[in-house]
């Protein structure tokens, strides 16, 4: 997957409204945890235990949304979309930012919250 290929995407927000995001141990930017469907958002969450309050979705054809969302991440030290990050896995799709909308998405690997035999 090199280009955004769903059709919404469905983003995590704590209790006060806020995008809710992953930031790796000693680096600058972080990013936001988003899923392509509510399902896996709802999933995510289940398994997580995270205490997100909503899931925001937005279509990936509307640009002004996206646009307003991108804008208000760069305000804070996010920097990409982290798509459809699995629990027991920790694989996931990194999504740049690229201008006032997405660019390049890449598979990512972190480790895993916890692995089962």
Not at 39 to 46: C, G, I
Not at 77 to 95: A, E, F, K, M
Request: proline share 1%; charged share 25%; hydrophobic share 45%.
């Amino acid at each position: 997957m090199n280009t955004l290929e769903c059709k919404e995407l469905h983003f995590l927000l704590d209790n006060e409204g806020a995008f809710i995001a992953y930031q790796e141990e000693g680096k600058s930017w972080a990013g936001t945890l988003a899923f392509s469907s509510e399902d896996l958002a709802r999933k995510f969450v289940e398994l997580s235990h995270l205490d997100a309050a909503e899931i925001a979705a937005v279509a990936t054809d509307d640009r002004e949304s996206i646009a307003a969302l991108v804008a208000a991440m760069k305000g804070r030290p996010i920097r990409y979309v982290l798509l459809d990050l699995d629990y027991h896995t920790g694989q996931c799709h990194q999504v740049d930012f690229e201008g006032d909308g997405f660019g390049a998405v890449k598979e990512r690997q972190f480790v895993a919250a916890h692995r089962h035999a």
